[in-house]
């Protein structure tokens, strides 16, 4: 046995032949880091070290160019010694990644399994193992940002284009867009689009309608003072033309299918606008709601290759008329074209971004669910028109066959027409036996109030599902015997007045990747048209695209988290709540708050979940009336959309030269709305990039007037481990765990976005009509409503942020975000000689992100932002958050992930960019002819026989050294926007016949 102190003495020779076991040179190495022989043999590496890029002799070079002899020095100058949080925070101490996977496995396994017939708009489907694998898995498809820079982003640009027709086409409609959040929050936007359209504020919702979306809309309705009405939507009267838009559901919640041409005909008369949620696979077979003049039609791509994973991350869809499409919420795929006239895709119109217009916003949507919409777009690519029919009729004819089966036997079967759900009333047992039965065979059912049982079958489902079925009902057919009876085929929609005849998905990328080897290529090509983080650093600021570990990943796709249905008794998602548990506690450790939703699913949920339970908190004070809420000029546009959404009124806050709040103009605003002030909502650091020393300050103003302080959580990986939002004075924020906690962005969603509350606002939590989200909370529930359609959002990505946090440990958490700062300040000092650095605090450092200004090079030059933006293109990068929150600027944020090599690369390539605009400055390039204003170059263009500009082709591909040995080839030349906004088109082009 080797004691320390010789392996010590050993080190000295290590790097001879000393004849030492390998073993034991090897240890030499650790027994000089650690201290003792218990910590050389009890941990492997630590995570920390593998998540924070600049390695530790990187950190100390960095530290001297910023002035610095440490991180704790940096830290101490950087962030306001009154809200710095100096101990380490109360977590446990980090799990090493093969330690994390066997507690996550553990953890999984107490979920239980169970077959569900629940539906409500979610249903198990076989996701294709070559689209889990290639897309779901894969971190070139996982780690792209919003397509804001399309040249770059071709590839999922077309895929969601793929979706955008694909919905299209299914539903009937004329435009779609490329997804939004779930079903209940895109009906809540129809509706909303209803009242901007007609002008109108009543609304009215069938009663058979999913109950998760009602509640959705309900919470959306009081927000913005909206009248609404649930009944009959047969008997519901629309003759006093007060009625903005009604909401159907095409099968309705109890699977039964309805002629609505009547209604839809007589809403028109007056009118008001109709709105279908529908299910995708019944509209393989199903005349589609825009056959019956329905206007909008919205629901969940989830039974299109997304596994229900607990009630998300899923696509929701949005379709509408041609007339309606400039009223449309989210994000939009356009065709256009690049500066050659080859077609390119691109975000159209508006809905880029509606909260751009802020406070005037029709919506707040920010993140999408573009990884899981293309994922059902390839779902949809793989199977085709004939694999997407018949999987819908196998579904269908497996339903015929248990509804005619339960009919012999007596029960009643309370739908005529019907495609995959059935409600039964049972009269050969009673209620409790077929409850009693279900359990012991393991299968959920859906328990109506007045007695009745809700089956819903699905793409797994088998025959002998179908006869455990007929078991709960201690039926004693076998539907083997009852399939040999073609006559059951005549209750089938295809002889109803249902049948679908119009076609579908005729587009040819529908029709020729039906082999495994085609899609594969296919995913492939898209996959390689994008930059992602596995290519370079993505610096948008504010955006925190950090490293998505492959490890935190893999619990997305254990079975024990991705097979359970949202409205599964809670008692089999015990790995699940385990799991919420943990993740609560630790969060509330980091943030300093008492108690958070994971409701919502996205940070502009958040948001307005936040901004909802403020609301509320004043409501049962007495204080309805609090209604103005006081937002900064440089906050993120989600906020004062949030905020109109929230039935708020928006007041702007000034900032100052050094972009920090100006204290005497929130002073003033607090004293004139001093009676009706509801709350502040800051961002911490501000957006602008710096810490404010004025923090607590603010906090205490907003309080004393007995207002709330909303602090949104979009810049947290400047704070964790160093100060907590609870702490100096928050009352809530939102947690944009797809930002410092790990989650990826998806090329634009998923996103999680759950809020912390202090003590007095968590009674005023989004609860959720089916499943009780505040159970185990020593909390007074408040009827709040949901927000979002699942219980507890999306729940399947949040292992990543349990796992990066166990993995981390108190320790690493508050490196993570040391370095964080530190990448950001060095950045900031190499570039100082050559762009201005817009915002510094008062110490003359920046906090985690920083504001480079370009404005001044538009009048020496020509060059814009964008010029910039596009240029870096050709050195292998993505550019940072362009003209946000200042016009003319670029926000950079490098992450703590990135090591030193990375961001010398990205700040050499501005500062070749800088001697680019000096040529121009001089003279020795083109004002209008040169390589920023030409960027981005293509290979099509370079290897070009007509090449004639006054520039080398090596300037415009090969402008480094690094980027020869690892081009990124831009898959298009600059996208001509106003050609696209001009000439609107958001399917699939036509596309000429393969010689």
Same mark, same amino acid.
């Given at each position: ?44 590496? #630590? ?12 950190? %100390? ?205 007589? %809403? ?159 009269? @050969? ?194 204080? @309805? ?71 607590? #300050?603010?906090?205490?103003? /907003? ?53 912390? /509350? ?14 009780? &989200? ?11 409503? %949901? ?52 915002? @510094? ?7 985690? #992100? ?49 090591? @030193? ?5 990205? &700040? ?77 088109? &958001? ?9």
């Amino acid at each position: 046995m080797y004691s320390v102190s010789k392996l010590l003495k050993c080190s000295k020779i290590v790097s001879q032949n000393n004849g030492l076991p390998q073993h034991i040179r090897c240890l030499t190495v650790s027994a000089i880091r650690r201290s003792n022989l218990e910590q050389i043999i009890s941990r492997r590496d #630590e995570f920390q070290t593998r998540h924070i890029g600049p390695r530790e002799h990187e950190q %100390a070079e960095m530290l001297k160019t910023v002035g610095f002899q440490s991180l704790g020095d940096l830290i101490e100058k950087a962030v306001p010694a009154n809200i710095l949080h100096k101990s380490d925070l109360k977590i446990e101490e980090p799990l090493d990644e093969y330690e994390l996977m066997k507690q996550v496995l553990k953890i999984s396994e107490k979920n239980e399994i169970w077959r569900s017939y629940i539906g409500m708009g979610y249903h198990n489907c076989c996701v294709p193992h070559t689209i889990m694998r290639n897309i779901f898995e894969n971190p070139g498809w996982t780690t792209q940002y919003t397509p804001y820079q399309p040249e770059i982003a071709q590839g999922r640009l077309e895929g969601l284009l793929n979706y955008q027709t694909m919905i299209c086409d299914l539903t009937g409609m004329e435009v779609a867009n490329a997804s939004l959040l779930d079903e209940g929050t895109a009906a809540a936007e129809a509706l909303a689009l209803a009242c901007r359209h007609n002008k109108r504020n009543k609304l009215f919702v069938s009663d058979k309608t999913h109950p998760q979306t009602i509640s959705v809309i309900a919470t959306r309705a009081a927000s913005l003072g909206l009248e609404l009405e649930i009944g009959d939507v047969f008997k519901f009267d629309t003759s006093g033309k007060d009625v903005a838009g009604i909401l159907l559901q095409y099968p309705d919640t109890t699977g039964s299918i309805h002629d609505f041409s009547e209604v839809v005909q007589k %809403a028109h008369a007056n009118g008001s606008l109709v709105c279908a949620a529908t299910d995708l696979l019944a509209l393989a077979i199903l005349k589609p709601p825009s056959e019956i003049g329905v206007d909008i039609c919205i629901g969940t791509s989830q039974r299109f290759g997304v596994p229900l994973g607990y009630g998300g991350p899923h696509a929701g869809f949005f379709a509408c008329r041609q007339k309606l499409v400039r009223l449309m919420p989210g994000r939009m795929i356009g065709v256009t074209r690049d500066a050659n006239g080859r077609e390119a895709y691109r975000l159209a119109l508006q809905t880029r971004e509606q909260h751009i217009r802020r406070d005037k916003a029709t919506s707040n949507i920010c993140t999408a669910q573009a990884l899981l919409a293309n994922m059902s777009a390839m779902y949809a690519v793989y199977h085709g028109p004939n694999g997407i029919r018949d999987i819908a009729s196998r579904v269908h004819h497996l339903t015929l066959l248990l509804a005619k089966a339960l009919q012999e036997e007596g029960n009643q079967i309370n739908n005529k027409h019907y495609f995959d759900t059935i409600q039964v009333v049972p009269k @050969k047992i009673t209620l409790s036996q077929v409850q009693e039965n279900a359990k012991s065979a393991r299968i959920n059912l859906r328990y109506f109030s007045g007695g009745a049982v809700g089956i819903s079958l699905d793409e797994i489902t088998t025959i002998q599902d179908v006869n455990d079925l007929l078991n709960v009902f201690s039926s004693n057919f076998k539907i083997e015997e009852l399939s040999r009876d073609q006559s059951i085929l005549k209750d089938s929609l295809v002889n109803s007045p249902f049948n679908r005849t119009t076609p579908y998905l005729q587009h040819p990328v529908f029709n020729k990747h039906h082999s495994e080897t085609r899609i594969v290529r296919y995913m492939k090509s898209l996959e390689n048209k994008d930059v992602s983080l596995v290519h370079s650093m993505i610096p948008l600021g504010s955006c925190t695209m950090k490293l998505n570990s492959t490890t935190e990943m893999m619990p997305c796709s254990l079975r024990g988290f991705t097979e359970i249905h949202p409205f599964a008794p809670i008692e089999q998602a015990a790995g699940y709540q385990q799991l919420f548990k943990e993740l609560e506690k630790d969060l509330c450790t980091i943030t300093g708050y008492d108690s958070i939703s994971f409701q919502p699913n996205s940070g502009a949920q958040g948001e307005y979940a936040g901004l909802r339970a403020i609301q509320l908190y004043h409501e049962s004070t007495g204080n @309805k009336h609090r209604q103005v809420c006081l937002i900064p000029i440089s906050a993120h546009g989600t906020n004062p959309a949030s905020a109109q959404m929230a039935g708020m009124q928006v007041e702007p806050i000034m900032v100052r030269k050094d972009g920090s709040v100006d204290i005497e103009h929130l002073k003033a605003m607090i004293n004139k709305y001093k009676d009706t002030l509801s709350c502040l909502m800051i961002t911490y650091p501000s957006t602008n990039g710096v810490f404010e020393e004025t923090i607590g #300050e603010i906090c205490k103003l /907003v309080h004393n007037a007995g207002g709330q302080v909303y602090l949104d959580g979009a810049n947290m990986n400047a704070q964790v481990g160093l100060c907590r939002p609870g702490d100096y004075g928050s009352d809530v924020s939102h947690l944009n765990l797809h930002k410092t906690f790990c989650i990826p962005h998806g090329g634009g969603g998923p996103g999680m976005g759950p809020i912390g /509350v202090k003590k007095h606002l968590a009674p005023f939590l989004p609860n959720h009509p089916v499943i009780n &989200c505040s159970e185990n909370k020593n909390t007074t529930i408040h009827e709040s409503g %949901a927000v979002s359609a699942a219980p507890f959002g999306s729940s399947a990505i949040l292992p990543i942020s349990w796992a990066y946090i166990k993995m981390m440990g108190p320790k690493g958490l508050r490196k993570a975000t040391q370095v964080a700062i530190l990448n950001a300040n060095y950045m900031s000092k190499r570039l100082e000689k050559y762009y201005k650095t817009l915002y @510094k605090g008062n110490t003359g450092l920046v906090a985690h #992100e920083f504001i480079l200004d370009i404005r001044d090079f538009k009048k020496t030059a020509n060059i814009e932002a964008v010029d910039i933006a596009k240029r870096l293109m050709d050195y292998g990068f993505h550019a940072p958050t362009m003209s946000w929150p200042v016009a003319g600027t670029l926000m950079i944020e490098p992450t703590e992930s990135e090591d @030193k090599a990375e961001l010398d690369r990205f &700040c050499e390539s501005l500062i070749s960019i800088r001697g680019e605009i000096e040529d121009i400055e001089n003279g020795k390039l083109d004002i209008a002819n040169n390589p920023l204003k030409m960027a981005p170059h293509t290979q099509e263009q370079v290897i070009s026989s007509d090449w004639n500009r006054p520039y080398s082709r090596e300037l415009a591909a090969f402008p480094a050294s690094f980027v020869k040995g690892n081009k990124i080839w831009p898959s298009v030349g600059r996208i001509d926007d106003i050609y696209g906004d001009k000439n609107l088109f &958001c399917t699939c082009p036509p596309i000429l016949p393969e010689p």
